[in-house]
């Protein structure tokens, strides 16, 4: 086969083809990487954690003993129908073992192998996006173009619907892990009460609104990247450096980070604009969709008046140039990522006033 488009994705999880022996699932995003993983296990067998039909191993099984994948895959099941072997921490170690077996696969069962992010570099990813009978599928970050997509699936498997205000919220704030994602949706299932995703009632969804959804998001990960976007606006370089520790501690990866304080200043932008053309200031804020936390409301009024214009489209260019410096593969993203802001906040119109 070869590696899955995405648009190739959704149709391979629900019906993987008999062809496929090994199915290899890697990427940055972890929670995607399980979720998925979970799917293709359903799948084949049915409930991921039928002992009867679903081995599970570990990449370090099969340093130990070379011949498990393949007695494994081989195993006839008690109770009936296609076995999976689910092998976690997959790596290249292993990778001679998945030759071995891709070249002359015993029985019928579907290997799914659990890996983390893997470079072009990889054995093991090479092999799989090369061999006839094996597939491999990237699990990325979410982004602005497949959250809100990801966010309406989750909201409606709780039977749940948004506002308009609402899903701009959810979609600024949240992504990255698609896993952290699906706690977030089913925290806010649980706090506007919606029927659980097993419910098949007819019923309307209930709706969820920006109240609600701030009241949800807005106390855990939303909270410490404001105070990162904020931090860097006032020039506040040890808040900066505090900040940024905990969103990575939050589970934000830095292109998220990056991108939280990149709308903060695209938003001061957007305001500085609308008041040159002589709109008053509180009139521009309020155009702003989803509307400022009311906690920083003060704050965003001061920046937006202070920061030069230009600065700001500096700002704005930097953060993006950086973003995509991110996503080059082997980067060190966090180190760039930081490197960023406190270069952006030593730049802050407020540093005048401190350092007096």
């Known amino acids: 086969m070869a590696k899955l488009a995405p648009r190739q994705v959704d149709g391979f999880l629900a019906k993987p083809s008999v062809d496929v022996r090994v199915a290899l699932v890697y990427g940055a995003d972890l929670g995607l990487v399980r979720e998925r ?69 015993l029985g019928d069962a579907l290997i799914v192998a659990e890996a983390g992010e893997l470079t072009g570099r990889s054995t093991l990813r090479r092999l799989c996006e090369s ?27 709780q039977g749940l619907a948004a506002s308009a205000d609402a899903k ?68 506040d370089l040890p808040a900066v450096e505090r900040a940024f520790a905990r969103g990575l501690q939050d589970g934000a990866p830095p292109i998220r980070v990056l991108r939280a304080v990149a709308r903060h200043f695209e938003n001061m932008h957007l305001v500085a604009g609308l008041i040159a053309r002589g709109q008053p200031a509180d009139a521009a804020v309020k155009t702003l969709r989803p509307p400022i936390f009311w906690r920083y409301a003060s704050r965003f009024r001061a920046q937006a008046g202070a920061w030069p214009a230009g600065a700001l489209g500096h700002a704005i260019g930097r953060l993006q140039n950086v973003e995509a410096a991110c996503k080059q593969t082997g980067a060190p993203d966090a180190a760039l990522a930081a490197r960023a802001l406190l270069e952006i906040a030593s730049k802050s119109p407020f540093r005048r006033g401190r350092a007096r």
């Open 37 to 105: 993983c979970k799917a293709l296990l359903a799948a084949v067998a049915g409930d991921p954690t039928d002992p009867f039909r679903v081995a599970v191993l570990d990449a370090a099984d099969l340093r130990s003993d070379p011949a498990r994948l393949a007695d494994e895959a081989a195993a006839q099941s008690l109770v009936g129908g296609r076995r999976a072997v689910h092998v976690r921490n997959a790596d290249d170690s292993i990778a001679p073992r998945f030759r071995d077996f891709l070249a002359d696969p």
């Open 168 to 235: 701009a919220y959810l979609v600024n704030y949240l992504g990255g892990d698609r896993q952290l994602t699906q706690r977030e949706i089913e925290k806010l299932a649980l706090y506007v009460g919606a029927r659980g995703p097993g419910d098949t009632g007819e019923e309307a969804p209930r709706m969820v609104d920006l109240s609600a959804a701030q009241a949800c998001v807005g106390d855990s990960a939303v909270i410490s990247l404001d105070d990162l976007a904020y931090a860097v606006g006032d020039g």
């Open 131 to 157: 061999a006839k009978n094996a597939v491999a599928i990237a699990c990325y970050h979410d982004d602005a173009r497949s959250l809100p997509a990801v966010i309406a699936d989750l909201l409606r498997a």
